[in-house]
């Protein structure tokens, strides 16, 4: 039983890659596609931080900031987790008591 060779993420483009070793963009990406159970593993812990950070929180466009993703990104994964059914209640600093839902401030015109 022969293992499977460890695969790390590739930095250039797989056109880029392809140019370069005169073949097709599609064997680079066979010969070099991220597996596909890692590829899974590290975006449930990448939503898993953008929830935590949620909670602690952070606004959308600081998470991203904060992770290096879009701020678009961060809204799908938080939309997802909401779906899915997942506490997405901000934590509460110490002393503050519970959390107190916020005062609609939105103006109506007359």
């Given amino acids: 039983m022969s293992q499977e060779p460890v695969r790390e993420r590739r930095t ?13 963009p599609r064997t680079v990406l ?14 449930r812990q990448r939503r898993n931080e953008i929830v935590e950070l949620h909670r602690q929180g952070l606004k959308g466009y600081e998470i991203a900031r904060e992770l290096n993703v879009s701020a678009g990104l961060v809204s799908t994964r938080l939309k997802e987790a909401r779906t ?17 839902p916020r005062a609609d401030t939105r103006q109506v015109r007359r």
């Fill in 12 to 24: 250039a483009t797989a056109r880029e890659l392809a140019d370069r070793f005169g073949v097709s």
């Fill in 30 to 43: 066979r010969m070099v596609a991220e597996e596909r159970a890692m590829y899974e593993a590290r975006s």
């Fill in 84 to 100: 899915a059914g997942m506490d997405l209640t901000r934590y509460t600093a110490a002393g503050q008591g519970d959390v107190q």
